[in-house]
Nanobody, 122 residues
Framework: QVQLVESGGGLVPAGGSLRLSCAAS????????MAWFRQAPGKEREFVAV????????AYADSVKGRFTISRDNAKNTVSLQMNSLKPEDTAVYYC???????????????WGQGTQVTVSA
């Protein structure tokens, strides 16, 4: 069992930055791929980024590539999402997820956090 708790969301002007964090419980954290997803009002939940067990491999949605960076600290059981050059279309609830499979399919996630709101003003 893995429990995930996100933090760091908030209101930021366009062009600004935010850093999201996700704290995980359980001793098996390092055996999971970790990912971030987001869901905007009226839209389906979508993939943002994923990171491998060691942190050596990452993948991003095209919409955030070059602006967002995912990282993890297995010693602290945390995964982070550094978001730079934020745009109004980045406004969404951001979710942390733990999964056993590499990829972007939200149905493959084994555990989800409760989400944290990110709002980017124009």
């Amino acid at each position: 069992q893995v429990q995930l708790v996100e933090s760091g969301g908030g209101l930021v002007p366009a062009g600004g930055s935010l850093r999201l964090s996700c704290a995980a419980s359980g001793r098996t954290f390092s055996t999971y791929f970790m990912a971030w997803f987001r869901q905007a009002p009226g839209k389906e939940r979508e993939f943002v980024a994923v990171i491998s067990w060691s942190g050596g491999s990452t993948a991003y949605a095209d919409s955030v590539k070059g602006r967002f960076t995912i990282s993890r600290d297995n010693a602290k059981n945390t995964v982070s999402l550094q978001m730079n050059s934020l745009k109004p279309e980045d406004t969404a609830v951001y979710y942390c997820a733990a999964r056993r499979r590499w990829g972007a399919d939200p149905s493959a996630n084994d555990y989800w956090g409760q989400g944290t709101q990110v709002t980017v003003s124009a």
